[in-house]
Nanobody, 124 residues
């Protein structure tokens, strides 16, 4: 497993942007499928976006398509989530997740490495 540390969360007004980063430890990051999940108060943690180990394949939840972009820099052991046109409904704790496979999938149980989460709050 890799150790994952998220950063970049914060408070932003609706319509604004944030970029989340997830730094991974170890030398095997390039062999990991990575994803972002989020959990709002009272709701289950759900898939937001994912990227294959090479970066050649990405997948997004319908609710964020066209607004969020996931990317990765294997030389820096980092995965990013660029979030634009933020809405109050995007308010949640955002988690970075990884699995040592080409493409892990959309479910929580598809991933075995998790960060501690970073809070994103979008105000009206």
């Amino acid at each position: 497993q890799v150790q994952l540390v998220e950063s970049g969360g914060g408070l932003v007004q609706a319509g604004g942007s944030l970029r989340l980063s997830c730094a991974a430890s170890g030398r095997t990051f390039s062999t990991y499928s990575m994803a972002w999940f989020r959990q709002a108060p009272g709701k289950e943690r759900g898939f937001v976006a994912g990227i294959s180990w090479s970066g050649g394949f990405t997948n997004y939840a319908d609710s964020v398509k066209g607004r969020f972009t996931i990317s990765r820099d294997n030389a820096k052991n980092t995965v990013y989530l660029q979030m634009n046109s933020l809405k109050p409904g995007d308010t949640a704790v955002y988690y970075c997740a990884g699995a040592r496979t080409t493409w892990a999938g959309l479910r929580n149980q598809d991933y075995d490495s998790w960060g501690q989460g970073t809070q994103v709050t979008v105000s009206e």
